[in-house]
């Protein structure tokens, strides 16, 4: 029988797939509970899989007989967590994670060891789930708190047309919950230095519903319903270091840290795709298409033109 046939193991365990003993006693440190060595039947929601990309002698035992193929069966069951252990600086590795969408990627150096010891700290999270407008005023807060000088500035065109309480409530767009329009252009500057800064990739993808605002069903519980159900492919398929927010009525925004392009296109096509053929409550059928920009490039050198060069992109013909 396959391992992803399977009977389903208790929800809430711990599998530590492939990793060393030092990785093992961290995970167990971390997460409070003796880890799994093995995966008896295939991972359900509450359960946490952290799996070696190269580790030896597990391969066989996965889905698809490869960290990465299995990784992206187990995530399409919705609340499984996976967390794929890669070498530090392999850069392939962290794009073929985000194409199986990981929801972390693990760096070890060659000893096996962290780069970064804090990593194992965001074991303890539980599946996504939509933020509350409390939640996303506190990480504005403390957005704002981490440079006096550069987020005072920030704040200030926030707030240059409108009153403070204003721009408080347009932090979240209350038909889907997700980041507004002003907090995005906020993190886009935002996103956009700090990519700069440490010479990361950063893509900006723009996703459009391919409706007419018209068309959108009329204010009311089959409106909110269609948005809840286009934002939760997004939630779904995004990690939780992107930024998720509603550019548009029928316009979503995406800022895609340490992703390059390809591993771009790659997301936005598979949300994309997904909204295509789904079947929305409303009986709305949709058209969506998408528009991918990524820095570094010599041709963006601003946040301005990495916002154009995504709109352009949008703009291209669909195949």
């Given amino acids: 029988m396959s391992a992803s046939a399977r009977q389903p193991s208790a929800p809430g365990t711990v599998y530590g797939l492939g990793l060393a003993p030092q990785l093992l006693r961290q995970l167990r440190d971390a997460s409070g509970q003796e880890p799994r060595t093995a995966l008896p039947g295939r991972p359900v929601a509450g359960d946490l899989v952290v799996l070696s990309t190269f580790a030896e002698g597990v391969a066989s035992t996965l889905p698809g007989g490869n960290a990465f193929p299995a990784c992206r069966t187990w995530k399409d069951d919705r609340g499984v967590r996976v967390i794929l252990v890669i070498h530090a600086g392999d850069v392939h590795a962290r794009d073929l994670a985000r194409a199986a969408l990981a929801d972390e990627c693990l760096e070890v150096d060659a000893a096996g060891v962290p780069l970064d010891p804090a990593a194992w700290h965001a074991l303890r999270g539980e599946g996504r789930?939509?933020?509350?407008?409390?939640?996303?005023?506190?990480?504005?807060?403390?957005?704002?708190?981490?440079?006096?000088?550069?987020?005072?500035?920030?704040?200030?065109?926030?707030?240059?047309?409108?009153?403070?309480?204003?721009?408080?409530?347009?932090?979240?767009?209350?038909?889907?919950?997700?980041?507004?329009?002003?907090?995005?252009?906020?993190?886009?500057?935002?996103?956009?230095?700090?990519?700069?800064?440490?010479?990361?990739?950063?893509?900006?993808?723009?996703?459009?519903?391919?409706?007419?605002?018209?068309?959108?069903?009329?204010?009311?519980?089959?409106?909110?319903?269609?948005?809840?159900?286009?934002?939760?492919?997004?939630?779904?398929?995004?990690?939780?270091?992107?930024?998720?927010?509603?550019?548009?009525?029928?316009?979503?925004?995406?800022?895609?840290?340490?992703?390059?392009?390809?591993?771009?296109?790659?997301?936005?096509?598979?949300?994309?795709?997904?909204?295509?053929?789904?079947?929305?409550?409303?009986?709305?059928?949709?058209?969506?298409?998408?528009?991918?920009?990524?820095?570094?490039?010599?041709?963006?050198?601003?946040?301005?033109?990495?916002?154009?060069?995504?709109?352009?992109?949008?703009?291209?013909?669909?195949?």
């Avoid at 909110?224 to 934002?231: K, N």
Wanted: charged share 25%.
């Fill in 129 to 319: 789930t939509r933020p509350s407008l409390d939640s996303l005023l506190e990480r504005f807060g403390r957005e704002l708190g981490k440079d006096a000088g550069r987020s005072e500035s920030a704040l200030r065109r926030l707030l240059a047309a409108e009153r403070h309480e204003w721009a408080l409530a347009s932090l979240t767009d209350p038909e889907t919950g997700l980041f507004g329009a002003a907090f995005a252009s906020f993190k886009l500057d935002e996103e956009f230095k700090r990519a700069q800064r440490f010479h990361q990739p950063l893509s900006l993808v723009l996703l459009d519903v391919g409706l007419a605002e018209s068309a959108l069903p009329a204010p009311g519980p089959a409106r909110a319903t269609f948005l809840a159900e286009v934002a939760s492919v997004f939630l779904n398929e995004c990690r939780d270091i992107d930024v998720l927010a509603r550019f548009s009525p029928t316009t979503f925004l995406f800022l895609l840290p340490g992703t390059p392009q390809d591993g771009a296109r790659v997301l936005a096509e598979r949300m994309r795709a997904e909204l295509a053929v789904r079947e929305f409550t409303a009986k709305v059928r949709i058209r969506p298409r998408y528009g991918v920009a990524t820095v570094p490039d010599p041709a963006i050198p601003d946040r301005n033109a990495l916002l154009d060069h995504a709109e352009a992109d949008l703009g291209r013909p669909v195949g």
